[in-house]
T-cell receptor, first 111, second 113 residues
């Protein structure tokens, strides 16, 4: 089983759609959770950290379920500029901050 | 806004040659990392570095790889004898606190011919 597993995608949605990405992690000692976005041939950039209480930043909402070892990202009112690959990233306690990346889920928002 | 920088942006080398990839992490950060991403594949952890020593390394980071922080600002990744399969984008990252998000540099695209 992969350490971090994401929806395989790709997701192709019209502008204005709501889209949800799912991610599961296998190591119960995982401590820190993030969603990054990566544009083609660019570096990963932090989209948002994911907290146990859930968090929201504008059109983006992240949720964490520790019992199910599951993370989600919801994007409302999709924009063309949201087109990118979304990476689920997990860090394990005591691992010097080593981050394990999911394979990524590619989103294409179309006019 | 402070950022991680990397040089060169693209390095082309012959198989068997040594390459050094350079990174300047954000100045008050304490933890440093190298990742690689083969074209079309996921981002893979190579090594983490803290307090002037390697904290953790992956199976990819074999004896051909080494890291160094030769001065207070640079953080380098050396590949001693490059192989074709080392062709990838190499990202440097840094963070002040290992539990917080990591900031990535723009990457160095390494092409081994």
């Amino acid at each position: 089983r992969k350490e971090v597993e994401q929806d395989p995608g790709p997701f192709n949605v019209p502008e204005g759609a709501t889209v949800a990405f799912n991610c599961t992690y296998s190591n119960s000692a995982s401590q820190s959770f993030f969603w990054y976005r990566q544009d083609c041939r660019k570096e990963p950039k932090l989209l948002m950290s994911v907290y146990s209480s859930g968090n929201e930043d504008g059109r983006f909402t992240a949720q964490l379920n520790r019992a199910s070892q599951y993370i989600s990202l919801l994007i409302r009112d999709s924009k063309l500029s949201d087109s990118a690959t979304y990476l689920c990233v997990v860090s394990v306690r005591g691992n010097a901050g080593k981050s394990t990346f999911g394979d990524g889920t590619t989103l294409t928002v179309k006019p | 806004e402070p950022e991680v920088t990397q040089t060169p942006s693209h390095q082309v080398t012959q198989m068997g040659q040594e390459v050094i990839l350079r990174c300047v992490p954000i100045s008050n950060h304490l933890y440093f990392y190298w990742y690689r991403q083969i074209l079309g594949q996921k981002v893979e952890f190579l090594v983490s570095f803290y307090n002037n020593e390697i904290s953790e390394k992956s199976e990819i980071f074999d004896d051909q790889f080494s890291v160094e922080r030769p001065d207070g600002s640079n953080f380098t990744l050396k590949i001693r004898s490059t192989k074709l399969e080392d062709s990838a984008m190499y990202f440097c990252a840094s963070t002040r606190d290992r539990e917080n998000e990591q900031f990535f540099g723009p990457g160095t695209r390494l092409t081994v011919l």
